[in-house]
Nanobody, 119 residues
C-alpha cells in the first residue's frame, strides 16, 4: 500500500507565497517522476510542474518564473514553492508519482490540498 499525503495549502493574498509538500509512504522501492497538478473551479486538471528522479524539471508556461518544484529522494517527498501568487492560481493541488513497489509500477495520487489566492 502506497500513500501520498499533501500539505501546505491555504488562503493567501495575491503576491504571497506558499510551499506545498507531498510525502510518499509505504512499500516503496523507488520513485521516478513526481508531478504537481491542479484543478481550478470549473476547469480540467492540468500539469503544473514535474521533476525527474535526477532533478530535471519542467513547468507549465503559466507558472514559469514563479513556481519551483524540488524533491528529497531520501524522504520520498516533493515540494512546490509558489511565489507571486495570482487569483488564477486558486485550485486544488494534487501530487502524482510513478512508484515502484513490491507489486510493480504504478501512478499514485494524493488527496489534494486547496490553495486559495484572494484579497
Amino acid at each position: 500500500q502506497v500513500q501520498l499525503v499533501e500539505s501546505g495549502g491555504g488562503l493567501v493574498q495575491p503576491g504571497g507565497s506558499l510551499r506545498l509538500s507531498c510525502a510518499a509512504s509505504g512499500s516503496i522501492f523507488r520513485i521516478n517522476n513526481m508531478d504537481w497538478y491542479r484543478q481550478g473551479p470549473g476547469k480540467q486538471r492540468e500539469l503544473v510542474a514535474s521533476i525527474t528522479r535526477g532533478g530535471t524539471t519542467n513547468y507549465a508556461d503559466s507558472v514559469k518564473g514563479r513556481f519551483t518544484i524540488s524533491r528529497d529522494n531520501a524522504k520520498n517527498t516533493v515540494y512546490l514553492q509558489m511565489n507571486s501568487l495570482k487569483p488564477e492560481d486558486t485550485a486544488v493541488y494534487y501530487c502524482n508519482a510513478e512508484i515502484y513497489t513490491t507489486i510493480g509500477t504504478g501512478y499514485y495520487w494524493g488527496q489534494g490540498t486547496q490553495v486559495t489566492v484572494s484579497s
